[in-house]
């Protein structure tokens, strides 16, 4: 079953998905192994890879490590147009909706539009929002954009809903790689409040008790990078916390 078609049908059944972020910057293959068996183990859903820098060619490895080394289907999650690659299951395709950087909302998505069709990934049109999560991101440095206030809750409302009126088919409310803070429950619900497709949060989720809180307040799929390459022998946890929660 198409990714997206997956997604969608957890959704409806209330079951919360897990991916693990991969960041193939500087690894090497011995590495990708180790993720893929450490993802594994702790049954999570997907693999999201990407990276905000890229600076050598280890995406195809990464790629193709993980999925010689693991069955659960494997994601880029791109952080530049650099970063198409036919050797995954599918690639979000992002358009930057919290953001007026022309370039980030669709400048790059004509450029790589040819490019994702020849590879025959399946593409998921995403709206991405990067939200103030209390301190500069990567992303948000690399996207020349403003985030989104963290406690503006009906801003990302009403950007997540415009976003869901213009087709895309999923929504990810990003604090940004390593942010200081998790997107709030509250933006979580006010998003949740007014779209139907399912809702993607990451950045800074570092215990189960934050994943609880993002899936009691809507989210429908957890992202988690840094705090499982800090302290692998949380993923675990953190993926239980997703895949056990029931909505009362
Ligand atoms: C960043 O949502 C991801 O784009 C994950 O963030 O590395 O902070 O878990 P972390």
């Known amino acids: 079953m198409p990714i997206q078609a997956t997604i969608k049908e957890m959704k409806a059944s209330g079951r ?18 180790r993720v893929a068996q450490l993802g594994t183990d702790a ?19 990464c790629l193709h490590e993980l999925r010689a080394h693991t ?23 992002l358009s930057l909706i ?26 998921i049109a995403t709206g991405y929002m990067l939200i103030d999560s209390g301190r500069s991101t990567t992303a948000l440095y690399m996207s020349n954009t403003l985030p989104i206030p963290g406690d503006k809750p009906q801003i990302a ?9 213009l087709g895309l088919g999923l929504i990810y409310l990003d604090g940004g790689s390593g942010a200081a803070n998790p997107v709030s429950p509250e933006m979580i619900a006010a ?6 497709v399912p809702i993607v949060v ?7 008790d934050q994943v609880t809180e993002a899936c009691k307040a809507g989210a429908d799929l957890i992202v988690v990078g ?20 029931k909505q009362d």
């Open 71 to 93: 069955t659960s289907p494997v994601i880029i999650f791109p952080g530049s147009s650099l970063q198409i690659n036919p050797n995954a299951d599918a690639i979000l395709f």
């Open 191 to 196: 998003v949740r409040q007014v779209v139907e």
């Open 226 to 245: 840094n705090a499982a390459e800090k302290n692998p022998e949380t993923l675990k946890q953190l993926v239980e916390a997703a895949h056990n929660f």
């Open 157 to 165: 409302a009403c950007t997540a809903m415009a976003g869901e009126m």
């Open 202 to 208: 990451g950045g800074g989720i570092r215990t189960p």
């Open 43 to 61: 049954c999570v859903d997907f693999f999201f890879v990407g990276g905000s820098l890229i600076a050598d060619d280890v995406l195809d490895l």
């Open 98 to 123: 919290s953001g007026r950087n022309a370039e980030m909302l669709i400048g790059r998505q004509v450029t790589a539009a040819p490019y994702l069709r020849k590879s025959g990934l399946e593409v």
């Open 16 to 33: 919360k998905v897990f991916a693990l972020l991969v960041d193939p910057d500087g690894r090497d293959a011995a590495y990708f192994r």
